[in-house]
């Protein structure tokens, strides 16, 4: 096995396998810890991922789940075990608590220092002397803590130095492995001394495809030997399989051409802002829009079903449909009101009874927190890549023992991902 990882949320799982894709390295991405027999009908893969939620999660919840997940991992015995977070690294001590991560990872993993590369210019996410800057929906980019990921309605992200970010969820020493020592011609030795004056993780810079390379390159040295435990974005991805191989053919399998421009069914509960300018340009194109109240739909069963025989209608009309409990940051208070579980559950829900009664091949679920738990609702026990669409959201193919819904095409898409005519793209591969 080459690489495992775990990732935080179910849409940056996809991210990872999507960049195994683009490498034409053979993944699964399961859904839990998978039996024998559905690990043994993906024994050729060369890399596993575990798709999660720890994203949303409280440090307890990690000191519970996260280690037998990681020893599941560990038995794969491949040469790095990554545990992905977002790019944006949102979290906090209560939620989402990386360096709580960090720590179970060290501890199982053996790891003596914790590389932390979160920088991922495929996603023009970037790292300069520690801190972080994304871009966002206005097409700028901006210092993390001036990004609309500053008023994320969960984890905010108001510390652009990633090093005091993480300060404050782990007592873990992180120093820098800053620009200018990432680009001499002795970096490894850098790194090397950063390590033995005590650094129990580092955190790389990084904004250029050559720091990828760079930074690859320093991974692959520290993995040989003893498995490598890693954290951060699919920028580790990245930088791993540019420097392990040369150039391969994509993995692109064949997307079942009957669906091309049939209705698409879109499921979002994001609350970020090109999100909002992905389902308004999509009902200006002839989507239609159904606005969804998120206490209402969590707490009403008959409203999920009143829902579900109004999109059912609406996609048998031949019209591609939209549903949504929010746009943007400000325009639906109910759904900060509402725990992302509690409404990721009952889209998940819906959305399946939707599929069962309409026969929907294709389907784009919106929003980190939120599809994470929308898709486990679905029965289903891996996904692996079918196509890319637009970088970090590829379509997947579902794997499920229930006839109807194994095959299903879907995409998870991250709220800040994507540009405002992802939906109608998504429609028409």
Known sequence: MLYTFYGDDFTGSTDVLEQLALKAVPAVLFLGIPTASQLARFASVEAIGIAGDSRSRSPEWMDTHLPGIFEFLKDRRASVNHYKVCSTFDSSPVRGNIGRAMEIGSRMFGSPCIPVIVAAPHLRRYIAFGNLFAGDADGKVKRIDRHSMARHPATPMREADLRRHLAKQTILRTALLALPSLRSANAAAQLGALIADGAQAVLFDGTDEEDVKRTGKLLRSMSEGAPLFVVGSSGVTAALLTSRMPARDPICATVDGGIKRKPLLIVSGSCSLATMA???????????????????????????????????????????????????????????????NDLGSSLGVLLKRIVEQTGQRRVVLCGGDTSSHAVQQLGCYALTALQTTQTGAPLCRLHTDDSALDGLEIVLKGGQVGSKDFFELVRDL
């Open 278 to 340: 992905q389902i308004e340009y999509a009902e200006a194109c002839g989507f239609r829009g159904f606005a969804l109240d998120a206490a209402t739909l969590v707490d009403s069963a008959d409203e999920r079903e009143r829902v579900a025989r109004q999109v059912s209608t609406t996609l048998a009309e031949g019209v591609s449909t939209v549903l949504y409990t929010a746009l943007g940051p400000y325009a639906a208070p109910s759904t900060g009101a509402v725990p992302s």
